[in-house]
């Protein structure tokens, strides 16, 4: 029987046989994926659950100009039944707003709202395959007095502020239980152009993600331990690879390291108490970005309400992917 550990050596192995990650950055970089997996995925919607809320900031390559800038605020919540959970499929809901721009005040601004929906199945004692759907509207500006050209007769600067409004709607899947978890999804899923606001032969890059992990250490330890992958590819593009390494101590302190392929390494902690949590994560940069910016900074809040979780699943952390 192939298990979550067998998966996550095989996309090792897949992953470290390229050079290079891709080169554009289209959108929002979240090197704490673990703590916020819900805006990746909205099949981890009423994965772990609980009410939860989150909201983050992310300052990304601080100190280089017009560097990338992200806000975000996020909720899920499954629709609760009366029997056990894990001996019946359930329903859970979610919203997602991501304001992600280059710098403050900067130039180029996407806003993302987007409501989510998934319906998780039970394929097992306490395991859950789910899939869910984001729905909503994003929001391309760019606002061309804010640009400082090297060409300052670029036709494509002149004139005021562009805006592009469409609707989009990004899937996902996902397999968890108390051991691990292993998920895929897809943003920019209608890949629109950009024509109007960035001239011809623009377009927003379907975005997939390729998300595993696998806990070490039963449910009564006292330290467990984490390994994850975060693949994320293009087509036609090397994928770019996150690796994390995540130990937990007595379910309340999260602390780690993590590598993103060529690009750079992180450490992070995470720290709960009741029904309140925070993480930071410190990215420095290995690529040549250094030379203009030295790391990244990323805080992440979080409030979470667990109603009748502790007797129907013996654990508030049914599901690692998400925290």
Known sequence: MIKFRHILFLLCCVCFAFKNSCNAQQLPQYTNYLLNYHALNPAAAGSNGCIDFKAGYRTQWVGFEGAPKTQFLQANYFIKRKRKLWKRSKHAIGFLFENDQTGSG???????FAASYAYHIPVRNNAFFSAGLYAGLNQFVVQSERFSPFNQIDPLLTGSARKLVYPDFNPGILYYSNKGFIGLSLKNAY?????????PASKLNRHFFLTGGYIIGGERALVRYTPSLNVKFVAMNLPSLDFNFMVT?????????SYRLVDGASAFVNYRVKKWGIGYAFDYNLS???FASSNSHEIILSYKICPGVQSDYGTNEHCPAYR
């Open 106 to 112: 900067g130039p180029i601004r996407q806003t993302r």
């Open 191 to 199: 890949g629109n152009n950009l024509d109007g606001v960035l001239g």
């Open 249 to 257: 101590y007595n379910k309340e302190v999260d602390f780690g390291v």
């Open 288 to 290: 040549k970005v250094r």
